[in-house]
Structure formats: structure tokens, C-alpha cells
């Protein structure tokens, strides 16, 4: 948390010019940006502590997406410095807070995306990498190819000289209990972010530890664009979060644009039609940001940990429906 | 070669009915199949000798998936089969014939879907398998999930059984040279099926090697349903072949569906609209069937490698436009 704070603070030190929040929301033009931190099944009866943890964390995300935003930076600048927050925070299944596989230990898969050209990196499987989004840019940005796995992606993450850390580095004494008990996580916990920028460049991205229990290897829809992630400029960013096998058969997230693109639905109207028509109840959800700024935070379970800001002052986190 | 003969040999053996190759084609009822063993650049000018070999293993991979289908076997067992023979085919960039990566490896991709359900299967960035489609359909029929990586997906091979091969096994003088010699391969040579089956049922699979020289963990489009391979009874199964990175980005396999869907078009002006329009010249091609059992063979390169044949009688193999 306090690294966050000085990171924002260092942020406003560096901006010379003398105005206050409002003043450099209006500098940076319009933006929107969406977040998730899981669909799933919290329960209306959790602490008031846990509860607060949660929409704490979820502003202290949206606050550094939007600060990025409004200081005129990119869509794929605020996906992936929300996303490392994220990461570097155990109460979500990402990076740190990461669960466990079936043998005990932690396989992390992250993809970005970039509206503007459909250029995208993602990294799937790696066990090394203490934030897997900022390997999965550097995937999209560095190399000719757009999705590592296994081994090949930790060895790239050494050679780009990303910050490595044991496996072991994943280990929350929570997860490793859900997975003792061999419980079903009460909530999937994957993250995701979505921004479009002033530049109207949409970018979106995602990051999980996967399923509690998984089988080594497992792979799911976070680390694959058009399943988990998805970008065009033309048409809309999304998000998943929830049953990755589904997400996958079903191209969630490239289905959402195709309906924009192919027969012109709303961005509301092609969410809704995927998370409640295509998809089982309770398998999961979905954020997005079309070109226009519109927003949707669609989910069919119980819960979706998420937010909204935008240029326009929202300003909303929330868990339940 | 001999192999396949036995195999067929048996097959027909097996068949306790006193009929001939007509005969047993109409009771298969209506099928159509389509094969391809990769886009790219096959020079005009090639060898008779060259161009033989490769004519005639599309004709023994197009009469064994005739074979099948025209006994009333499923679609799903064309495809599986019909890969399984090129995969221990060295001619082609799947299987036994699988390039080299950049540090002398060899890492397999292969997928596998059933348009019943959108139930699917595919293993990434295996060494030891000797024919990975067969472990991709082991992925979709006795595992929940649908996608394999790395070490992971080779262990899942030894607890189910399949043939495991030394690393070494891939290695052919003529793969070796191209590594050497830094080439691009002339022709990618990866696999693909597509087949419609007398009850509708469409399955369509791919399987490769990967880019000669690739850089050890990258994952292309094969493995991956939507970018690779796609089936769907409601419009079209499709296995597509060329620069992985574009197919994924463009969500090549299930935008031709998504088209038939969405736009009413049909398979040939999806697959004409997909290849022409959104693809790149000189990136790749698809092979496709419909539920109406026509199909499309489309590619933007000087060469595919494809076949196709169905209960009417066609069975025809090519190399150029």
C-alpha cells in the first residue's frame, strides 16, 4: 500500500504544472476504465473487514488507472500498472495472491492487448515471474511472437530482465489451506482492466493463478486473446473472469466485438448477450469499453469484485449486484 | 507406408460385409472431407520425384479419412486419424517431421474440436509425444479442461498411456539443414482436417511444428481454438495454416464462423472475406467445411498443400492455385 502511495505521490511530484486532481483529469481529455478482481460467490455476510479490504483495494487500483489516464498517458500504460497492482496484492488470484495447483505449486498466465493495430502478448504457465502482465507486454512489444509458455516463458522473462522470484514466492497461507481443503475458491479472483485513453486507443488485459487444484499445465482463457482478453479500437476492449473452459469454447471476449462489428449491437446489448445467453449461469463475467467511452460490468454469478471511473468524475467500486 | 496400408488392409478385414469400396461408401451415407499440409511457397519447379511424394501422401491421408467416414464413422475419428498419418509422415511440419526451434528442439502444437458441443482439446509446446493430436483428443474426452502447455501437457501424456518418444525422434537431415542454414521453411507445413460426418457432425484438427528456428515456449495459432482450429455443427468446422501470429490476432478460425453466423455469408465468401480482405498476401490459408458438407479451400500464398473428397465421388489432390 505504501509503495502505491509514494508511486502516486512520486507521480504528482514529477508533474510541474501547479493544479490539483480536477485540473489534470481535464488535461488528460477523455478516458474510461474498467476493472475486475474476480466473478464469483462472496458471501452478503463476509466481515466488514474483508469487505473493506476488497473496495479498498479495488480504489486504490482505480485511483492509479485513472491518475495515468488523466495525466494523459496510455490505455496500455493504465492496464498494466493496475494490473501489477494487482499482482502485488494477495487478496487477489494474481501474481502474489495466486493459488495453488493440484502438486503444490503456483503457474501464473497473463495477457495484453492493444486496440489500435490488434497487437497482443500474453504468457502462459510461467512459475518465476513476479508479474506476469509486464512479461506478456514485453511479449507484445519485444519479440515477433504474441504467446509464451511453460519454461520458454520464464527463460524469457530472465532474458528481458523482468524482477524473478522463487515459486514459492506465491505461497499465501490462504490459499494453501483452500487447497489442503481441497475447497473451490468462494471467488475465481482472476483481475483484469480495460481503459480507453484520450488518444480513443482501447487497451485490456488480463491476469490469474488459474484454478485452485488445477492440473499442472492447465492453461485457461486469461492468457488467450479472443477467450480472456480482447481489443480492437473499432469496436470494444473486454475482460474475463470465471470458468476459463467455457470462456474459451465460446471466444468470449472476441464474440463481444464480433456482435459490435458484425451486427451492430450496443456494447451493453452484445455483454449481455454473451453473459447471459452463451453462457451458463454462474460461470463468470465480463468488463468492457467500447470507442465511445460506454462502459459494461456484466456478470452472471453471484458477485464481481469491479469499478468504473471516467473523465465525466465516476467514480465506483462495488461486489454484489 | 506399409503401415498405413496394414492399417488399411485391416480396416477392411475387420468389415464382416462382402461389399466393395462403392458400396461401402454408401453406407457411410453423405461426408465431405478437406486436408491440408500446409500454405507457403512450393516451387513450380520442384522435382517430379518431390512433388509426387507429396501427392501421394495427400492421397493415402485423404482415402484413410474416406475410408472412415464411409464406414459411418465419426468426423472425430476422420480428423484424429487422418493427422495421426501425417504426423508420422516426415514430409510434413507435424510430428516426426516437426522443425527445430532456435536452440535445436523440437516443441509440437496441436488441437483438436468437436462441433457438436464446442467441446475441445490441444496440447502446446510438447517434446515428447509422438503424435500430439491424439493427446489433444485425450485433453477434450478425459480431462475439464481444454488447453495443455509445456511439461505438464507431456506428463499428461505419460498418465494416459500414449506413445512417448524421445525429443530426438523429430530430428530429420532436412529440418536439421534448414536450422542450420537459418532457413525459412519454403512451405510451413503444418496439418490440418476438416470432415463433416453422415450425422452431421462437424470435427475439425490441426497439428505442427511450429516456425523453423522459433524461440523455445512460443506457442502459434494451432493449438488454439478460434485462432487455429474451430468446428461448430451450426455453420462450419475450419483448420487454418501460415504466420500464427496474424491467425490469432484476427481470430482467424472462428471469424469464418462468426461470419456464416452473424452475416449470413456464405462458407465460400467468409473464407473469401477472412483470407483476402483481412489476412495479409502471403500469410496463410484455411481448409473449411459447412453443415451443408461444401467446403472451401482458400490461401493467400503460391501453395497449399490440400485434398479434398466426399460421398459423390470427388477425391482430388493439388499443390498450386
Redesign the interface.
Known sequence: MMKIISFITILILFDFYPHNIDTIAQSGGRYTIVIHGGAGYISPEISKEVKNAYLNSLKVALKLGKQILSEGRTSLDAVEQVIRFFENDSLFNAGKGAVFTSIGTH?LDASIMNGID???GAV??VKTIKNPISLARLVMDQ???????????D??GKKFEVEIVENHYFDIHRRYQQWKLKQQEDIKGTVGCVAIDNYGNIAAGTSTGGLTG???????DSP????GTYADNNTCGVSGTGQG?LF????VA??IS??MK??NYSLRESAQEIVFKVLPEGSGGIIAVDKEGNYALTFNTESMLRGVANSDGKFEVSIWK
Open positions: 503457474e490488434l497487437s497482443t502462459a504457465g519479440t515477433p511472437h504474441v504467446l509464451f509458455s511453460g519454461q520458454g516463458a527463460n524469457l488445477k492440473w499442472p499445465g492447465r492453461v485457461g488467450l486473446i479472443n477467450a473452459e474459451i469454447r465460446n471466444t472476441y464474440n464480433a456482435l458484425y451486427k
